[in-house]
């Protein structure tokens, strides 16, 4: 099937919640190649999702060895993977204990459910989360987002979400009150706009939360896994949250969700508490491994670092030619570049040029490549962006 065709499949049976222009049916590393033969270098890589890049040989072994095995099993009983899974997350996030679901509102569903029983004894329930966070689309998550137009048309919203701005502790404080159970936050927001938190931001919410007995709950849905050259974003600040998310890049395209949570709300959910089907089958969690595997083996961190400095120091040369744009934004492999206008029409350029991106939060373009990106197709990408935007300039 070609685009066109594909497209009119599409539009007739799958609900319009998206709006994709192209049809991708191949995959390897950084690259991709859509329905009519196109290739592209991947600076999206599935949302931050394929930070070992487009099947990538460990992983699918590692899917087609445990899939031959055993896929599922319930949680009724254990599977060899699961406790090997949350030991090889748990060494590095500095200890505690995980639980497994399948998304990242999922796990962020479960973190807002882990400060609540832990508050319940005190009647404490609410969570503190920043505007222009994002945590995701179920009610609850969406409600913690601190985004009007996510929740537009939804209510009745539930209760006990209160809104904070984000670098700004003072705000924080002050939403704080005797029912307060926990302040959720990224430390480098992403569907905000690629905004990184203020070292004295993330140190300061966590001497607040120690100080007033509530949870620092990190969302590491985005951030986590190697993206920002450290395993979880917060370790950069040297913030150690009571409890964090992931998702996304931790099965590499593999749905798999996760809470990792320090030993203090560890054994906080009892049997009865809290429960899904998938979590942490033998196969997302096979998945998983062969990710952390592929990212120590490979050295991804310090390739996430290297090369982020890279995009960042080339996109800033491109961005001090031109006034609409205003600058950089970046940490690690999440790098954007801050237009004054609409991004939509730099991204569309850039997909017509072989390069995809992600035009976020309006004015923001967003590269998030694969942590396996090299620094010559950094270069090529940042070629590709100064080509482009000397285009839309002279329009
Ligand atoms: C993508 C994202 C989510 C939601 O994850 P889903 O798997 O789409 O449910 C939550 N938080 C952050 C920071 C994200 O980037």
């Known amino acids: ?121 005190k009647g404490r329930f609410e969570v503190i989360t920043m505007k222009n966070s994002f945590h995701g689309r179920t009610l ?40 307060t159970a926990a302040i959720l936050v990224e430390a480098v927001q992403g569907e905000g706009g690629v905004v990184p938190a203020d070292p004295a931001f993330l140190q300061g919410l966590r001497k607040l939360c120690d100080e007033k007995d509530i949870l620092l709950l990190c969302d590491e849905v985005q951030a986590g896994m190697g993206r920002t050259g450290h395993w979880f974003s917060f370790q950069k600040y040297g913030v150690q949250p009571d409890a964090f998310s992931l998702a996304k890049a931790l099965g590499n395209g593999f749905p798999i969700g996760a809470i990792v949570a320090a030993p203090k709300v560890a054994d906080i959910f009892q049997p009865g508490n809290h429960a899904t ?18 990212i120590e083996k490979e050295h ?17 040369t491109i961005a001090e030619k031109y006034d609409w744009i205003e600058g950089t934004r970046g940490c690690g492999l999440m790098v954007g570049l801050v237009l004054k206008d609409s991004a939509t029409p730099l991204q569309k350029l850039l997909q017509k040029k072989g390069l995809l991106t992600l035009a976020t939060a309006g004015n923001i373009l967003r590269m998030l490549p694969p942590l396996i990106v090299t620094a010559e197709e950094v270069e090529q990408a940042a070629a590709l962006t100064a080509e482009a935007c000397k285009e839309i300039d002279a329009m």
């Open 140 to 179: 609850a998550t969406l409600t913690a987002t601190g985004q009007e137009k996510v929740q537009k048309g939804f209510a009745p919203l539930p209760e006990g979400f209160v809104y904070a701005e984000f670098n700004d502790l003072a705000s924080c404080e002050a939403a704080i009150n005797e029912k």
């Open 277 to 294: 089907t998938f979590g942490g089958t033998p196969l997302a969690c096979a998945a998983a491994l062969a990710v952390i595997e592929t």
């Open 300 to 316: 991804l961190l310090e390739n996430a670092q290297t090369t982020g400095a890279l995009l960042l120091e080339k996109l800033q």
């Open 1 to 121: 099937m070609n685009t066109a065709e594909i497209a009119e499949l599409h539009k007739k049976y799958v609900m319009p919640t998206y709006a994709p222009e192209l049809a991708l049916l191949k995959g390897a590393g950084t690259k991709v190649w859509d329905a009519d033969g196109n290739e592209y270098l991947d600076f999206l890589a599935g949302i931050a999702v394929l930070n070992v890049g487009h099947c990538h040989p460990a992983v699918v072994k590692a899917i087609q060895e445990q899939a031959a095995k055993l896929m599922h099993v319930s949680n009724l009983y254990y599977n060899e993977q699961q406790p090997k899974l949350a030991q090889a997350l748990v060494e590095r996030a500095g200890g505690g204990k995980c639980f497994f679901c399948n998304s990242g509102a999922e796990a962020n569903e479960g973190l807002i459910k882990l400060a609540r029983l832990r508050g319940s004894p």
